[in-house]
């Protein structure tokens, strides 16, 4: 026989937070490799290169212990073959997108239906007024928050989810 703590059986979710890449973890709008940001040939007939900041491994590690973290991109696995380990994050959950390239917009059905009634902090360059509308209409807490694509995400953003 065992003790269950009923605490721990009814704490509520923790939140999501829903990260996308192009814009976010790649600035890929900069007109060249920001500094502290490395190149990387993941898909050569690309142009620009994919551009990450290893350093932002820490960050995510950190975000990791306040959220669930999901792949919320036109990257789906891509995303975890190249990025969870570049970063040092086990392999997280993918929302499905419509076949790329898809609208901005089309991303709100597909995070809504995964984000459901939980708490949700979602990171993105391209937030539309759909997006806008879906977070207002929410009952669930949740936080938008957007990058520049030339610049990606940065300590402030961060502290803003941390602070969240």
């Given at each position: 026989?065992?003790?269950?703590?009923?605490?721990?059986a009814?704490?509520?979710?923790r939140?999501?937070?829903?990260?996308?890449?192009?814009?976010?973890?790649?600035?890929?709008?900069?007109?060249?490799c920001?500094?502290?940001y490395?190149?990387?040939?993941?898909?050569?007939?690309?142009?620009?290169?994919?551009?990450?900041n290893?350093?932002?491994?820490?960050w995510?590690?950190?975000?990791?212990?306040?959220?669930?973290?999901?792949?919320?991109?036109?990257w789906?696995?891509?995303?975890?073959?190249?990025?969870?380990?570049?970063?040092?994050?086990?392999?997280?959950?993918?929302?499905?997108?419509?076949?790329?390239?898809?609208?901005?917009?089309?991303?709100?059905?597909?995070?809504?239906?995964?984000?459901?009634?939980?708490?949700?902090?979602?990171?993105?360059?391209?937030?539309?007024?759909?997006?806008?509308?879906?977070?207002?209409?929410?009952?669930?807490?949740?936080?938008?928050?957007?990058?520049?694509?030339?610049?990606?995400?940065?300590?402030?953003?961060?502290?803003?989810?941390?602070?969240?």
């Amino acid at each position: 026989m065992y003790e269950v703590d009923h605490r721990q059986a009814h704490r509520p979710p923790r939140p999501l937070l829903l990260l996308d890449v192009d814009g976010v973890l790649n600035p890929f709008a900069s007109p060249a490799c920001p500094p502290g940001y490395r190149e990387h040939d993941f898909f050569p007939d690309d142009d620009p290169p994919v551009r990450l900041n290893e350093s932002h491994a820490s960050w995510l590690t950190l975000l990791a212990t306040r959220f669930d973290l999901a792949w919320a991109t036109g990257w789906e696995d891509e995303a975890n073959t190249y990025l969870s380990p570049l970063f040092g994050l086990p392999r997280l959950p993918v929302i499905r997108f419509p076949p790329v390239p898809f609208a901005p917009a089309e991303k709100v059905p597909p995070i809504a239906a995964f984000a459901g009634d939980r708490p949700t902090a979602w990171v993105d360059d391209a937030h539309t007024e759909e997006a806008r509308e879906w977070a207002a209409a929410r009952t669930a807490r949740t936080l938008l928050v957007a990058t520049d694509p030339a610049e990606g995400l940065t300590r402030g953003a961060v502290e803003k989810l941390l602070r969240w």
